[in-house]
């Protein structure tokens, strides 16, 4: 069994299934629109000034509890592990 992806060129790679399926990872599509309309939309935000909304900050040693509180569902805004 084989994976196939394709890039917006139309070119294409296949993985045998025996790669991914043994592994911690999870390949999937994600279309997000073309170039034109994301740097109108970096312009905007740029133009604009705008800055996400950051719920609330951890410290890399913290990391299991900023998942466990992300996983809780109360959320507004971004939840940030710091890793510097």
Do not use: W
Request: glycine content about 8%; proline content about 2%.
């Amino acid at each position: 069994m084989l994976l196939t992806l394709q890039d917006a060129k139309g070119g294409s790679i296949q993985l045998p299934a025996a790669l991914y399926q043994r592994s911690l990872a999870t390949i999937s599509r994600l279309f997000v629109g073309n170039r034109t309309n994301l740097e109108a939309m970096l312009r905007a935000v740029s133009q604009h000034r705008l800055r996400p909304v950051i719920d609330k900050v951890f410290a890399f040693t913290e990391a299991g509890d900023a998942y466990r509180y992300f996983q809780q569902g109360d959320v507004f805004g971004k939840v940030i592990i710091d890793g510097a």
